[in-house]
Structures are given as structure tokens and as C-alpha cells.
């Protein structure tokens, strides 16, 4: 009875939302810059297609070229929804992005890492070195790199890949000696690429990027679009989508999405209150 009850509830959730929203109206989607546009869009589409059917409202996916443009984007509100850590810099404070949702993944950490057979074997060794970062607004790629790197007194010469598997693309050629890395990017990389590498440093944990909304959505279509996400993976066809975009990327179970909350991410936000690299804001 409660079981039943509750698709009930789901089903007439989703029905006055699809009624609250005009005819024709949909809200972009923005995930962070990790790959390339085509891969982000075999990943996303099937999602968010589902999603949409589910909800009543219609996601539509935005992919920025770059890692730089989708955290200005971001900063300015484009987006309704985002799929980053960028919400969580002061610079985009203005546009009170909440948290609504996060995946069901292992936390995530900032790395250091060169290839296995480098003559690099500690962070000191990449004093005055060459060093490549996805973009100059990566949280985990490039941010709190920076900011161990310049606490330990540390210089490098960065260089940008646009994406963060376009500077490990970088990395395996041997055009740097080393690279700040998202970690659960680089696993998931280094699997598909069968390429071995070595950890200089991690960073702390840090929940993986967060789905977040923004202030302007009415409520209703919020809460009809976390529901669908927070229940896809156990739903038969969602589990099926989600398992189907994993193998994309490479990404490992357990696969969708939990509530979460900002609270959930207050590492983010005191890691920027804490920073002294001044890029990170």
C-alpha cells in the first residue's frame, strides 16, 4: 500500500510539474569540463533524456569547449543546473547555487602524478619543472595543486590541456613530466589507456562534483528533478542508462545519484576561505 502510494505521489509530482512549466520551456545542463564534447555528450544525453521523460521537465544538455568557459559560465548563471565544483567559488556566491544532488561515488582528491618510469619521485623534484593542468579553474585538476605547491615554496611552469584527459593525453605522449589531476578521472584514464603512473601527492578528500541548482528554478520543477535523479539507479531502465554511460568513461559501480545538500560540500567552501593561492577564487 505505501509502495504504491508512493509511485502515486512520484507520478502526480511529475505531472504538476510538467503542468507548472510552459509550454516549450527547458533548463540547460551544464557538467564540468572533463572531456571531450562528443564523450560528454554519450555520457549525459541518455541521462538526462531519461530524466526529462520522468520528470516532465526537459533537460538539455550545454557542453563548454573548455574547462575556463564552463566555470565563467557558472560564475555568470548561465546555467540552471550544474554538474561541477566551480558553484562553490566566492566569484560565483552571487548566483546562489544550491546543492540538490551527489553522486554515488568514492570521494575525490587533487593529484600530482608523473608517468611510472619518470626520474620523478617527490613533489620537490618538479621545482622549475614543466607541469600540465587541465585549465586554470580546475578544482581538483590545478586549484589545490596550486595552492600545495605554493605552500611548500615549490614554482612549476603550468601548462593547459583544456581538458582533463586532454593534459593526461599530455602526460602518456611525454610532453610534461607531470600533471594536477582529478583522481577519479586519472583511474578511470589510466584504465581504458592501460597507462601506469606514480602518485607525487593527494590532495584531501573532497565529495566528487555535485549537482546544483540554480536560485531562479521554481521549486516545484527542482524537487520533481532531484527525485527522478535519486531514484534512477534503482529503477530498472534507469539502472540500465546508467550502466550504459558508465562504460563510456570507464566509470566503476555503484553508479546515480543521492541528495545531498550544501552542507555536504563545506570542505569546498573552507578550503576557499583558507586559500593562499589567489587564482582559486
Same mark, same amino acid.
Given at each position: ?77 548561465? @546555467? ?71 605552500? &611548500? ?108 545538500? &550544501?552542507?555536504?560540500?563545506?570542505? @569546498?567552501?573552507?578550503? @576557499? ?9
Amino acid at each position: 500500500m505505501h509502495v504504491v502510494s508512493f509511485r502515486l505521489f512520484g507520478a502526480l509530482l511529475a505531472a504538476l510539474a510538467a503542468s507548472l512549466a510552459h509550454a516549450g520551456d527547458s533548463y540547460s545542463f551544464g557538467p564540468a569540463t572533463q572531456r571531450s564534447p562528443v564523450t560528454q555528450a554519450q555520457y549525459w544525453n541518455p541521462i538526462l533524456d531519461y530524466v526529462s521523460r520522468r520528470s516532465g521537465i526537459t533537460l538539455v544538455l550545454k557542453v563548454a569547449a573548455t574547462g575556463d568557459q564552463s566555470s565563467d559560465a557558472t560564475v555568470r548563471g548561465d @546555467y540552471d543546473f550544474v554538474y561541477n565544483n566551480h558553484q562553490f567559488k566566492p566569484s560565483a556566491a552571487a548566483q546562489g547555487y544550491t546543492v540538490i544532488l551527489r553522486p554515488r561515488a568514492p570521494d575525490i582528491a587533487g593529484l600530482l602524478v608523473t608517468l611510472e618510469n619518470s626520474p620523478i619521485k617527490s613533489v620537490a623534484g618538479l621545482r622549475d619543472q614543466t607541469v600540465g593542468f587541465a585549465n586554470p579553474q580546475g578544482f581538483a585538476g590545478y586549484t589545490v595543486q596550486m595552492d600545495h605547491l605554493l605552500r &611548500q615554496g615549490i614554482t612549476v611552469v603550468p601548462t593547459f590541456g583544456g581538458t582533463q584527459e586532454g593534459i593526461m593525453e599530455q602526460l602518456k605522449a611525454g610532453n610534461v613530466i607531470a600533471a594536477g589531476v582529478n583522481s577519479a578521472v586519472m583511474q578511470e584514464y589510466a584504465t581504458r589507456e592501460n597507462l601506469r603512473y606514480r602518485v607525487l601527492w593527494r590532495s584531501p578528500a573532497y565529495h566528487d562534483l555535485a549537482i546544483s541548482v540554480h536560485s531562479r528554478l521554481p521549486r516545484i520543477a527542482v524537487e520533481a528533478v532531484r527525485k527522478v535523479f535519486a531514484e534512477m539507479a534503482e529503477d530498472p531502465e534507469g539502472a540500465r542508462i546508467l550502466e550504459s554511460s558508465a562504460r563510456v568513461i570507464g566509470q566503476s559501480p555503484p553508479y546515480g545519484f543521492i541528495p545531498a545538500n &550544501q552542507q555536504d560540500y563545506k570542505t @569546498y567552501l573552507d578550503f @576557499y576561505r583558507h586559500s593562499v593561492f589567489k587564482g582559486a577564487h
